[in-house]
């Protein structure tokens, strides 16, 4: 079983603030996927890192896939209230095949105005 | 609608009934997932689909839980004689790809799931 550790599993901040948060295993992964789940809704993809070591923006987040393949850290820029929400990572298991992906349990990310 | 539609959104059932879970995924979608999402906690892998072939069911967690897609579109999740562990949000995913490799061009896209008390 391919487990992925997600800290910290709870985080509230003010607007503004700076965050990380981070995603870890054991386990290579042949990709690693980010996800936002608000409440009532299914997660929602963000990115898909697949090279050891990418780094990825998109807007205030950035994204990077650790050298190893085994964990993969998202850091949020000057934090808004929107940006609320249950954030998952999920790995793709190694060498293909038609697994399904595994996810960490999340972490619950509250932004106060 | 272009999203992956699930239904019903809240089920409550007795304890010892049978429900039935609906998925369409999106049009053209090959592979077809179910997951499992305890309160606050991440999906838990349950079943896949390649079309209307259940290629991997190692997840589901006992001989309660069957699904099918019988004409590789539509999918149901049945659990029988429900018990209150199952309460959950079954959510179910669909994607082009066949291959987890090649998820990166092809992602996953989730339905917003069906809410199942059982009291």
């Known amino acids: 079983t391919q487990l992925l550790e997600q800290s910290p599993q709870f985080l509230s901040i003010q607007e503004g603030e700076n965050l990380t948060v981070y995603c870890n295993s054991s386990?290579?992964?042949?990709?690693l996927q980010w996800y936002r789940q608000e409440p009532g809704e299914g997660p929602v993809l963000l990115v898909t890192v697949v090279t050891g070591g990418e780094v990825k923006k998109l807007k205030r987040l950035t994204f990077q896939f650790g050298d190893a393949r085994k964990d993969s850290s998202l850091h949020i820029t000057a934090a808004q209230p929107g940006d609320t929400g249950l954030y998952l990572c999920?790995?793709?298991?190694w060498g293909g095949g038609a697994d399904g992906l595994t996810f960490g349990k999340g972490t619950h990310l509250i932004i106060q105005p | 609608g272009a999203g992956v539609s699930q239904s019903p959104r809240y089920k409550v059932a007795k304890r010892g009934q049978d429900v039935a879970l609906r998925c369409d995924p999106i049009?053209?979608?090959?592979?077809l997932f179910w997951y499992q999402q305890a309160l606050g906690q991440g999906p838990e892998f349950l079943t896949y689909?390649?079309?209307?072939?259940?290629?991997?069911k190692s997840g589901l967690p006992s001989d309660r839980f069957f699904a099918e897609r019988p004409e590789g579109s539509v999918s149901t999740l049945k659990i029988q004689r429900t018990q209150q562990e199952d309460s959950a949000v079954y959510l179910c995913?669909?994607?082009?790809?066949?291959?987890?490799?090649?998820?990166?061009?092809?992602?996953?896209?989730f339905g917003n799931g069906t809410r199942l008390t059982v009291t």
């Open positions: 999920a790995g793709a298991p």
């Open positions: 386990s290579v992964f042949s990709s």
């Open positions: 995913a669909s994607s082009l790809s066949t291959v987890f490799r090649d998820t990166h061009n092809s992602p996953l896209h």
């Open positions: 049009s053209g979608h090959v592979s």
């Open positions: 689909f390649q079309n209307e072939a259940q290629l991997d």
